[in-house]
């Protein structure tokens, strides 16, 4: 899914302060989805010299906030229990993730079938940040 920002940096001509200043009214989330889609790098590489930082702060960010959920599905990998449940069969897998690490979820899906990639990290990343004042009690 490319959003109109991603459209315009791949098209032959390219006019860097057209694109700067697309990028300025697009929201927060938009500039988060281009990342966790990976295509940030080829607008960031479109947009004029002085005006690249604008980007590249919020990857730092964002890669800081990936960082931090590598290191704890590190450490949810290295627990016993869990590795003797990521051995076992899938139904008792699933219950020991809904009740330990519900939060995790997805990716602990993922890793249990060997396909959690760099690009699911960033997804989860952000959906984290984007969902993180959605949240109602009922």
């Not at 302060?17 to 940030?40: A, N, Q, R, V």
């Not at 890793?111 to 760099?118: I, R, V």
């Amino acid at each position: 899914m490319v959003n109109r920002i991603g459209k315009y940096a791949t098209s032959d001509f390219v006019d860097d302060i057209e694109l700067l200043t697309m990028l300025f009214e697009l929201p927060e989330k938009d500039k988060m989805l281009m990342w966790s889609e990976g295509y940030i790098d080829l607008v960031i590489e479109k947009l004029p010299v002085y005006a690249r930082d604008i980007l590249e702060k919020r990857i730092e960010k964002w890669e800081d906030t990936k960082a931090y959920f590598e290191i704890q599905l590190n450490e949810i990998k290295q627990d016993q229990e869990f590795l003797a449940k990521l051995k076992g069969e899938r139904k008792e897998f699933a219950l020991f993730v809904m009740k330990r690490y519900p939060e995790f979820q997805s990716l602990l899906f993922l890793l249990y079938d060997g396909n959690l990639k760099e690009r699911d990290l960033r997804k989860f990343v952000y959906r984290r940040r984007v969902s993180s004042g959605k949240k109602y009690l009922h």
